[in-house]
């Protein structure tokens, strides 16, 4: 699939189907995410490949977390929002709701949703040795990038998912992942539903000129 392309179409996946990604293809993809670039080389991150009965154990764990501790997906902001990041935070509001089955409200859907990959067959949980400073999350956000359009080219959808963050003890000790590790994200992959309404949710993305200022 031409790059630019790919580019233009890939959006978030948040319904799949329950058919399993086979574990070669699954490899191809890690193969051509870990080809992004990370300062000097470092590769801070590390993936864990969760299927299967491990992967259901796991979305029924954070579920459950989720709902005792009554966490719930946001911007992730220090301070009040400015009015043009709400606005757009409502713009994906408006797109999602419609499309959303009949009575679920917004929070629900979006909170048990990232808790259990939106049905994804295959859940990639990325963490990062905590010997790096914040700076490094820039590698891991390359990376990200690299995968979720490397799975669009091999037919794959994906979900970022920031929420499981929340519950970085939990997952490592649920998946064995070492202390000196910290959760940074998740990513949902498995073949989109083509039939489910959601997946025809599609956000706008601001003009430019609102994110960008030219120096010449």
């Not at 890939?10 to 189907?17: E, G, M, N, Q």
């Not at 993809?29 to 590390?46: D, F, V």
């Not at 220090?78 to 929070?107: A, C, D, H, M």
């Not at 601001?206 to 010449?216: C, G, S, T």
Request: net charge neutral.
């Amino acid at each position: 699939m031409e790059l630019l392309k790919a580019i233009e179409e890939r959006r978030s996946t948040r319904a799949f189907l329950e058919r399993p990604v086979d574990h070669d293809k699954i490899e191809t993809l890690i193969r051509l995410a870990t080809q992004a670039p990370s300062a000097i080389n470092l590769q801070p991150y590390e993936l864990t490949i969760v299927s299967g009965k491990e992967k259901q154990r796991l979305s029924r764990l954070l579920v459950k977390r989720m709902r005792e501790r009554n966490i719930s997906c946001g911007p992730g902001a220090k301070s009040p929002l400015p009015e043009y990041f709400v606005e757009r935070e409502r713009g994906l509001f408006n797109v999602i709701r419609p499309n959303l089955p009949e009575q679920t409200p917004f929070q629900d859907f979006i909170n048990e949703g990232s808790c259990h990959f939106y049905g994804a067959p295959t859940a990639i949980v990325i963490t990062i040795d905590q010997v790096f400073s914040s700076a490094r999350l820039t590698d891991i956000g390359v990376l990200v990038g690299y995968l979720v359009m490397s799975a669009h080219a091999l037919g794959l959808g994906t979900c970022p998912i920031g929420l499981i963050t929340a519950f970085d003890d939990d997952i490592k000790e649920s998946l064995n992942i070492p202390d000196k590790k910290k959760v940074v994200i998740g990513v949902a992959v498995g073949y989109p539903d083509p039939e489910a309404p959601i997946n025809r949710s599609r956000s706008d993305r601001v003009p430019i000129e609102d994110l960008v200022k030219w120096r010449e």
